[in-house]
């Protein structure tokens, strides 16, 4: 039984391989996205105020199995101009915008628990609003917003198996393909292994840029 396990791990770990690219690139993404929408919401200006809005309620309030659905199988039903022809393409834009409005909230929050005085002292000092956000609250949102990005780059990961109903290779789908051909469900126990392995290592990475971070405070 171990000999044959150990035949698979070429497989499983390519699978993982995908798996990790595709939540590193969605989260990346996530969280360049959400910083707008964050300060989008929190705008002044109630159009770009709501819009931001209605995104984040859209994205946080329906599933992310119907959203990937949508965006792969949907679009080209729409138009076929909208075809998206690579499962991994369709799954980092998916993974990406549900990463964005659930970020957009952690940043949101982290920024709006930052003491009012700091604005205050940016704008005497003659910061612009950018200046402030650039130089003065973002730095000093970091270490908080390590523990709530952490949980949603594991969320991801896990929730990376869903590609495998676009019969995108993840781990999870390489999984299947794998015990399909055998019949046997035992290649189950080294995948699940393979993510309690990806899991730890970047939860240990997480901690160290927590700790790193902490020392400035």
Same mark, same amino acid.
């Not at 704008?123 to 952490?150: C, D, E, H, W, Y």
């Not at 594991?154 to 794998?178: E, F, N, P």
């Given at each position: 039984?171990?000999?044959?396990?150990?035949?698979?791990?070429?497989?499983?770990?390519?699978?993982?391989?995908?798996?990790?690219?595709?939540?590193?690139?969605?989260?990346?993404?996530?969280?360049?996205?959400?910083?707008?929408?964050?300060?989008?919401?929190?705008?002044?200006?109630?159009?770009?105020?709501?819009?931001?809005?209605?995104?984040?309620?859209?994205?946080?309030?329906?599933?992310?199995?119907?959203?990937?659905?949508?965006?792969? @199988?949907?679009?080209?039903?729409?138009?076929?101009?909208?075809?998206?022809?690579?499962? @991994?393409?369709?799954? @980092?834009?998916?993974?990406?915008?549900?990463?964005?409005?659930?970020?957009?909230?952690?940043?949101?929050?982290?920024?709006?628990?930052?003491?009012?005085?700091?604005?205050?002292?940016?704008?005497?000092?003659?910061?612009?609003?950018?200046?402030?956000?650039?130089?003065?609250?973002?730095?000093?949102?970091?270490?908080?917003?390590?523990?709530?990005?952490?949980?949603?780059?594991?969320?991801?990961?896990?929730?990376?198996?869903?590609?495998?109903?676009?019969?995108?290779?993840?781990?999870?789908?390489?999984?299947?393909?794998?015990?399909?051909?055998?019949?046997?469900?035992?290649?189950?126990?080294?995948?699940?292994?393979?993510?309690?392995?990806?899991?730890?290592?970047?939860?240990?990475?997480?901690?160290?840029?927590?700790?790193? @971070?902490?020392?400035?405070?």
């Amino acid at each position: 039984m171990l000999q044959q396990m150990i035949s698979w791990l070429p497989q499983l770990l390519e699978g993982a391989r995908t798996t990790i690219l595709l939540t590193i690139c969605a989260v990346c993404m996530g969280l360049l996205l959400s910083i707008f929408l964050a300060l989008g919401k929190m705008s002044k200006k109630k159009l770009i105020s709501k819009l931001c809005s209605a995104y984040i309620f859209f994205f946080r309030g329906t599933p992310l199995l119907m959203q990937l659905y949508f965006i792969y @199988f949907g679009l080209p039903q729409i138009n076929m101009a909208l075809t998206i022809n690579s499962r @991994f393409l369709a799954a @980092f834009i998916a993974f990406s915008l549900n990463s964005a409005a659930y970020c957009s909230e952690i940043i949101r929050a982290a920024i709006q628990s930052i003491d009012k005085g700091q604005f205050e002292a940016s704008k005497a000092l003659g910061l612009s609003n950018a200046q402030t956000m650039r130089l003065v609250i973002f730095p000093q949102s970091i270490r908080r917003l390590i523990p709530p990005v952490a949980n949603e780059f594991i969320m991801v990961l896990k929730d990376a198996s869903l590609v495998s109903i676009i019969a995108l290779s993840d781990l999870t789908k390489v999984t299947r393909a794998i015990s399909s051909s055998t019949g046997t469900a035992l290649v189950y126990i080294p995948a699940m292994v393979i993510y309690l392995i990806m899991t730890a290592f970047f939860e240990f990475i997480f901690h160290k840029l927590e700790a790193k @971070f902490s020392k400035y405070e």
